[in-house]
Every structure is written in structure tokens, then in C-alpha cells.
């Protein structure tokens, strides 16, 4: 593979695959017979045009920056962690218990501990496949979907026969109780004086998401263990040489990411929804793959890449909410934004190196 | 009479980016003769060869075979001009048989069964015409390595090529395996074969080969016959300056044992038995060399005492046992008992070659105080270490933001040592310390083990390359199949007894 500089790995790369992603699905829109120039208009003006629609963007963004840093961490320990899913899924229970069972005197604390539970829960629930993958070798990608179903039925069990409250017919908890509720971002800027839309579902857990990333910036790069941990993920026979413990970092990176993967529910539990449903991680375990990718496992990168997610589901949703397109075909615009961003990152990165490295060459 | 030249190149030129690999080559090698081609790691040899089998496309240039200009896109064309091709690394299927792996890609129809007939009429034919005894129907896996070339040779002969390139071919070999091999070039060289022996032992190029043409930072320096040059000139035109071939240092003056080995036994992981009861010592201010061929347990032994691997046994350090199962059997408490490794693969093993130079010098010592503020690594602490490493080990490019990818071979390897020498151990565990090193560098690399030798430390050298152990050592051990068949000194000995010793033969029937 031809080395990029630098600027073209983490900017030009994605956009040429973005680009990419939307003139196809420009294409199928058209093909459908709607005006492509239309839907990408309203697409973008309902994610970005207004405060209102930052609100859910942002709130979409915020789930996918956990698990795109949860993602990206494992990521460089060379360790493919597709748990998201389940890890947020159950990092959504350790905050439904903490936030139903323990009676808070104001939100501040109950965020504190809903964020430990959270992490905690995510944390365990990654232990688990981590300690396969270290000791017994079962691979972590099989392991870490394998434990999304489980999580799926463990949650429906819980809810259903457990913290469902009596008499309701809906698998999920009874409302937290309000002093365990968040502020919503347009709240907390209206507050200081700037105009947002109430009633959206951004809320504080922005925050807790943009010091996730400080923590995993200083955590890769500046600290011990993600100087280990990378060294690890470059090559394990060098760990091994260096001291490395491979069970040890396999565990603990597992565990950070799971964790990370986990806050995600402080977002979409505690912050939206309030109370815990089946099903409350929507995908968003597995969108963290792509915002990694496309983020190149950085965080600056991963914010970015989360930003242009939570505006592709909110257009999208816009999208189906206003025109006649079918709903599966805003579904097909977003999987081509993950496959060309994503899965086929390479492809488009050798059609990139050929056209940016060929020229150079002729000049030696 | 003017017979055209088997092989001819006129002008080839490629480049890689902004590296000019092969500028401007020009060779021509006459029908029935072995021609070698010597130079530096990285002066361009294997590109040329590449361009030849057709897995590079030249930039510019001419190739003309037999006086008719061919063009080679790939490898297909290669082997339809008559050329074969012995790569450095053996690309057979292990789980094959030797008669399966000559026909493979060269199959002439849907069913196997009549190639597999034809290919064992030709193998007979070409072991009695060239005396390559090989049984066809052992499987790859279970033959030893001098046998496995002998049937990359076959596949190509089987191939009809007229002009075999064999890229390295002793490295694995031993001394006798290698005599061997070039008894079958020659033989190959009467019946009119031509052959191309790429290597960068001289040894090796006076032996065998009729011309000779070096390398040096992609370009040819000169071509001349071999009977008309001494490994001297060639060592400079490679080089580019006068070279020490030897070693300088004075003779030993052994201290106290600072590493005593009784019975140490491996196992490694598949259950095979890799060191088989091994016992000896080193003492400070003494080199041990270990001798052997790849793959005779000598890799596991350097892995045992650095922390790598467990085994059973005894090993003493300055009198005190190491741990060799358990929590202090890794490679850090190693480091905390005065012990650094060098290890054999520098690439693999001992730098992360995505890492930044600076990043590396913390490599295994990530833990020293001085690295270290708060929770916090220091990179400014380190960085000025690595510059100050860097400067001192003449590592070039100095240039401590570099990728230890973009270092050659050398000087990766410097980076290495400096990191392990600067920690001023009481052992010094070396593996392979100038395998795919330039010559220049090589000179520097021994000097730095002499100096910390002349310092009173305890240095254990691990090496294939038999010269290398015999400059190098103060006293030779030789290893095979896991167990040490006996020591010599090196002013007591010389490469043919150890080459037998290397062989299996205790030194007592030599």
C-alpha cells in the first residue's frame, strides 16, 4: 500500500468517500423518482438547519462518540470490539438501578453515579469475552456479538419480569424519578441567554462526551498504560519482548472500551428516554464501528465522524418524515455512508494514493 | 565467435518515490556461467531481481535474453523466458508432497493423476542429470531444509528455465548444506545452465562465482571476474570505503559467573521439546557465542533467559535463581535483574515499527522513573534521551520523529542498541545482531559488543552467521536440536569442525 501524507489519510480519504456515498444515493433517489438535489437540501437543513434539528443531531452524536471511542480504544490494542451493542445496553440497566432504586437529591450526584454504573456494567459485560480472548483464545469478534444477543435477552428478562412495574404492559422501568433527570442542552443554553429549541433531546451528557475524548486522547498517548496498550496492539510478539502482560492489557483495554461503550446509556437512558426500554441502544453499538473507522481512532477524528453520523440519522429522519421517500431508502443512504466511510475505506484510499502518488513519482 | 550473453540488462532503471532503487544497471552474463551479484542490504539487489522475475516493471531499461529483447509484466512471462527463481524465503506448501509442490501452477490439466506421472518420469530425469535426490513423495513438512531448496531448484528446472536466481540461498543452510548447493550449482553451470547468485557473503562469491557485479545504493559500481578480486575490494566497492573485515579486540579477561545455566529444558507450546537439558555459564567480561543453524533451539533459549518464554531448569544471575514460570518470569523483571536483550528480530520483537524512534528508546524501560510525571509519561524526558541515544549510536537519519519503519536495517538495529547497551547490564543477551545490517554498520555494532564486553559485562551472543561467532567470540558453543554438543575456543577451531558440530556431530567425532 502507497503511504499517504497525513492530510489526505484523515481528510481527503473520508470525503472522497463521502462524496462517493452521497452520489449514489443521490442515484437511488433519483431512480425512485424523487428530486435528488430536493432530498439532500432537506436532509441537510433538517440536521443542521436549525437549533431544533442540532438537538437531535447532536444527541445522535453523542451515543456514537461513546462508542466510537469505545471502539477506537480497543482499536488500538488491535482488538475488535463489535460489543458496543450489548455493552451499552447493559450500561443502560446499571443506571436504570441506580437511578430507580437510590432516591438523589439533585442531578449532579445522580449523574456522577449513573456515569459509574454505567461504566461499570460496560466495563463487565466486556470482561467477560476479554477473558475468553486472553486466556482460553476464543476470538473477540465472535465472543463480543455473540454477547450482544445475550445482552438483548438478559435486558428482556430483566425488564419484563422484574422492573417492569405492575400492571404496565411495556417492557420497560417506571420513569425515573426527577431529581435522577438530566438538563436538556436547550435548557442549559437558555439559560445563559442562548437561543435553542426546547424539547429536543441533546442534554449534559454532550458534555460528558467531550471530556470522554480529552480522557481517551490522554489516555492513548500521554499515559503508560496506552503507550502498552498500543505497543500491544502493533505487534504482541514485541509486548512479550517488552514485558508486556498480554492477558493483563487484553483485559483491562476490554474493559475501558466496554465502559466507554457503556456511558453511552447516561445519553440515551437517563438524558432521553428517562426510564429503560427493550431495545434502547438502536444500532448505535454498531455505528460506533464506523464512526472509529472513519475517525481513525483519534478523538478529534471520532467527534467528527459522530457529527456527521447524528446529522445523517436526523436528516434521514427528517427525510422520511416529509417527502414520500420510503423509509427503507433512508436506511440505504445511511449504510452507504458507513460502507464507503467505513468498510470500504481502503478501496477508496488506494484510488486517492494512485491519483495523489503517481504524479510524484513521475517528477523523481 | 561471439555467443549472445544469456541474460542481458541495458539501462534499468526504477524508483520508488523519491528512492531511486536500481539507477542506470547494465549486466551481462554468458550462457553456462555463475555470475553473483553482492551489495549492501537495501542497495538494490532483490529490486533487480524482482524487475527480472517480473513482480516490478522496470522505469526504463531493456532485458534481453539469448540476444532477443523480451518484455517480463509478471511472473508467467518470467518462467515462459526460461527463467527460475529460488526466492530467500521457500514458497512450498508445507502439507504437500515434494511431487505435488513441483507441479503446482503448472498443472496441464483438470485431473492431477497424469501430471503428477509426467512430473515423476521429469524428476527422475533431473536428479540423475543434475544429481538432485530428492524422494517425491515426502511431504514438505517432514524434509529437511537443504532439501526443501533442492526443490525450489527442481520446480524451476522442471519449468525448463535455462537461467536460475537464487536470492540468498545459504542463510539457512549449514556450512556442509552450503558446499553442497554450490556442488549442485556447478554442477547445473556444466550442463549449461546459467546461473545468478544473489548474496552479500564474500566468502560465498569467491567460492562459487566466475564475474561478479556490486551493488551500492542502486547502482552497479563494477563487474569483474572473481578469480581477478579479493574480498577486500569487494568489501570496499560495496561499502564505498576501506572496511575492518575483522574484529579488533583484545584477549578476554573473564570475571566472576554472572550467568550460570544448569539443565535448562523448553517446551514450547505445540509440546515439542526445543532445548533439551542445557547447561553453561558466562562470565563478566566475556563473549559467549552460540553457534548453530536457525531453528536448533537457539531462539528459545535467548527467549527463556529474556523473559519471553518459560521453561524448567536453573538459571543464576550474579548467584541469584531467575524465575522461570512464574510472576517474575517476564521480560520486565528480567530488565530489573540486570538483564537486556537484544533480541533476533528487531522488527517483530524489538521496536514497534510504527512507533516514532523516540517512542522506542522507552521500549521495555517504559516504567524508569525518569519517564515518568504523575500519571502522565514524560515525552519530553524521553525524547531527549532518544536524541542524546541517537547522537551517541550515530543513528542516520538523526532524526528522533521518524517511524522506526523509515530506519534501514542498520540503523534500526543501532536503535536497539543503544537502548539495551545505555542501561549498562550485567548480561547482555544478543541475537542475530547484524542480520540484514550493512557492512558498514556491522563494523560499529561490534565494536559498541566489544566495548561493553571490555567493560566487564557478561555478553551472550546468538548468531547463524558462523563468521560473525568466530571474530566475535571469546568462547564457541555450539547448539543442535536443542542440546549443546560441546565448546571450542575460537583461536582452537575453524569453520569446518564447527560446521560438523553444527551438523550433529559431538565434537568428539570430529
Redesign the interface.
Known amino acids: 500500500m502507497e ?1 499517504l501524507p497525513k492530510w489526505a489519510d484523515l481528510i481527503v480519504v473520508p470525503l472522497v468517500g463521502l462524496i462517493l456515498a452521497f452520489s449514489l444515493s443521490m442515484l437511488m433517489v433519483f431512480a425512485t423518482g424523487h428530486d435528488p438535489m430536493d432530498a439532500l437540501s432537506l436532509m441537510v437543513k433538517g440536521a443542521l438547519g436549525s437549533t431544533y434539528g442540532w438537538g437531535y443531531t447532536l444527541y445522535y452524536a453523542t451515543n456514537f462518540i461513546f462508542t466510537g471511542l469505545a471502539v477506537a480504544v480497543a482499536f488500538h490494542a488491535s482488538l475488535f470490539n463489535i460489543g458496543g451493542e450489548g455493552q451499552a445496553a447493559l450500561g443502560g440497566l446499571g443506571v436504570a438501578l441506580v437511578c430507580l432504586f437510590i432516591p438523589w437529591p439533585h442531578w449532579t450526584i445522580a449523574l456522577v453515579a449513573a456515569t459509574a454504573a454505567a461504566g461499570l456494567f460496560g466495563a463487565l459485560w466486556a470482561l467477560i469475552p476479554a477473558y475468553l480472548q486472553a486466556k482460553r483464545g476464543s476470538h473477540i469478534v465472535i465472543t463480543t456479538i455473540m454477547f450482544n444477543f445475550i445482552a438483548a435477552s438478559l435486558l428482556n428478562y430483566v425488564l419484563v419480569n422484574k422492573l417492569r412495574p405492575k400492571g404496565s404492559m411495556d417492557p420497560a422501568t417506571a420513569k425515573f424519578p426527577e431529581p435522577a433527570h438530566l438538563p436538556s442542552l436547550g435548557d442549559m443554553l437558555n439559560a445563559v441567554g442562548i437561543p435553542f429549541a426546547k424539547g429536543t433531546p441533546a442534554n449534559v451528557t454532550l458534555v460528558v462526551a467531550l471530556l470522554a475524548c480529552v480522557f481517551v486522547y ?1 489516555l492513548i498517548w ?3 498504560l496506552g ?2 496498550l ?2 500491544f496492539g ?2 504482541q ?2 509486548a ?6 498480554p492477558v493483563k492489557i487484553t483485559i483491562i483495554t476490554m474493559m475501558i472500551s466496554g465502559a466507554l461503550a457503556g456511558l453511552m446509556a447516561i445519553n440515551n437512558v437517563m438524558g432521553e428516554a428517562e426510564r429503560l426500554i427493550l431495545g434502547s441502544v438502536e444500532g448505535a453499538g454498531f455505528i460506533g464501528i464506523a464512526v472509529a473507522l472513519m475517525g481513525r481512532s483519534h478523538p478529534l477524528g471520532i467527534l467528527f465522524a459522530a457529527l456527521l453520523f447524528g446529522a445523517l440519522y436526523q436528516g434521514g429522519a427528517e427525510l422520511g418524515l416529509w417527502t414520500s421517500i420510503p423509509r427503507e431508502l433512508v436506511i440505504v443512504i445511511q449504510a452507504l455512508v458507513i460502507l464507503f466511510t467505513g468498510a470500504l475505506d481502503n478501496m477508496v484510499r488506494s484510488i486517492v494514493a494512485k491519483v495523489l ?1 503517481r504524479p ?2 513521475a517528477e ?1 | 565467435m561471439t555467443t549472445a550473453p544469456a541474460i542481458e540488462l541495458k539501462g534499468i532503471s526504477k524508483a520508488f518515490g523519491p528512492v531511486q532503487a536500481n539507477k542506470d544497471i547494465s549486466i551481462r552474463v554468458m550462457p553456462g556461467t555463475i555470475h553473483g551479484i553482492i551489495g549492501e542490504n537495501g542497495a538494490g539487489k532483490s529490486t533487480l531481481m524482482s524487475i527480472l522475475y517480473g513482480f516490478y516493471k522496470a522505469d526504463k531499461g531493456e532485458i534481453y535474453i539469448s540476444g532477443k529483447k523480451v518484455s517480463i509484466p509478471d511472473s508467467q512471462a518470467a518462467i515462459a523466458a526460461g527463467i527460475g527463481m529460488v526466492f530467500q524465503h521457500f514458497k512450498l506448501v508445507e502439507n504437500f508432497t515434494v511431487l505435488e509442490n513441483v507441479i503446482l501452477g503448472a498443472e496441464d490439466g483438470a485431473l492431477l493423476a497424469p501430471s503428477l506421472r509426467k512430473a515423476r518420469k521429469d524428476l527422475a530425469a533431473l536428479a540423475a542429470e543434475y544429481e538432485l535426490n530428492v524422494d517425491p513423495d515426502a511431504l514438505i513438512q517432514d524434509i529437511g531444509v537443504g532439501m526443501q531448496q533442492r526443490v525450489e531448484i527442481l520446480k524451476a528446472l522442471y519449468r525448463q528455465a535455462d537461467i536460475l536466481i537464487l536470492d540468498e540461498p545459504t542463510g539457512v543452510l549449514t556450512p556442509a548444506e552450503a558446499d553442497q548447493l554450490f556442488r549442485i550449482l556447478h554442477r547445473l553451470k556444466d550442463e549449461g545452465k546459467t546461473i545468478i547468485l544473489i548474496t552479500h557473503k564474500l566468502r560465498e562469491i569467491m567460492e562459487a562465482t566466475d564475474t561478479v557485479s556490486v551493488m551500492r545504493r542502486g547502482e552497479m559500481t563494477a563487474t569483474v571476474k572473481t578469480s581477478e578480486t579479493s574480498p577486500q575490494a569487494l568489501a570496499e566497492l560495496m561499502v564505498g570505503r576501506k572496511v575492518l573485515l575483522r574484529v579488533d579486540k583484545t584477549p578476554a579477561q573473564p570475571g566472576e559467573k554472572v550467568l550460570e545455566v544448569e539443565n535448562l529444558k523448553v517446551v514450547d507450546s505445540k509440546g515439542v521439546v526445543r532445548i533439551k537439558g542445557v547447561s553453561f555459564d558466562v562470565r563478566a567480561g566475556e563473549i559467549l557465542g552460540i553457534a548453530g543453524v536457525a531453528g536448533n533451539g537457539q531462539s528459545e533459549l535467548l527467549e527463556v533467559l529474556g523473559g519471553m518464554r518459560n521453561g524448567t531448569g536453573t538459571i543464576r544471575v550474579n548467584g541469584q535463581d531467575l524465575d522461570l514460570t512464574g510472576k517474575f518470569s517476564d521480560a520486565r523483571s528480567r530488565r530489573k535483574r540486570g538483564i537486556a536483550h537484544v533480541p533476533e528480530d528487531r522488527q517483530r520483537e524489538g521496536l514497534i515499527m510504527d512507533f516514532k524512534a523516540w517512542e522506542n528508546t522507552a521500549f521495555g524501560y517504559d516504567d524508569d522513573e525518569a519517564y515518568q510525571t504523575g500519571l502522565l509519561m514524560n515525552n519530553a524526558a524521553i525524547r531527549e534521551d532518544a536524541e542524546g541515544k541517537i547522537e551517541r549510536f550515530d543513528v542516520r537519519p538523526a532524526n528522533a520523529d521518524l517511524e522506526a519503519k523509515s530506519f534501514s536495517g542498520g540503523n534500526q538495529q543501532k536503535l536497539v542498541l543503544a537502548r539495551e547497551i545505555e542501561r549498562d547490564p550485567d548480561l547482555l543477551l544478543v541475537g542475530q545482531p547484524t542480520r540484514g545490517v550493512d557492512i558498514g554498520a556491522i563494523e560499529f555494532i561490534h565494536q559498541q559488543i566489544v566495548a561493553l564486553r571490555d567493560k566487564g559485562k557478561a555478553i551472550l551472543l546468538v548468531s547463524v552467521e558462523l563468521e560473525e561467532i568466530l571474530s566475535l567470540s571469546d568462547r564457541i558453543a555450539v547448539i543442535f536440536d536443542g542440546q549443546l554438543m560441546g565448546e571450542r575456543l575460537p583461536a582452537e577451531t575453524h569453520e569446518k569442525e564447527l560446521g560438523l558440530m553444527m551438523a550433529g556431530m559431538t565434537g568428539e567425532d570430529t
Not at chain 1, 512479550?240 to 502482560?245: F, L, P, T
Open positions: 503511504q490522554y500521554r499515559t503508560r503507550y502498552q498500543r505497543a502493533e505487534s510478539p514485541a512479550v519482548y517488552a514485558g508486556i502482560n502518488v510524484k513519482r523523481a
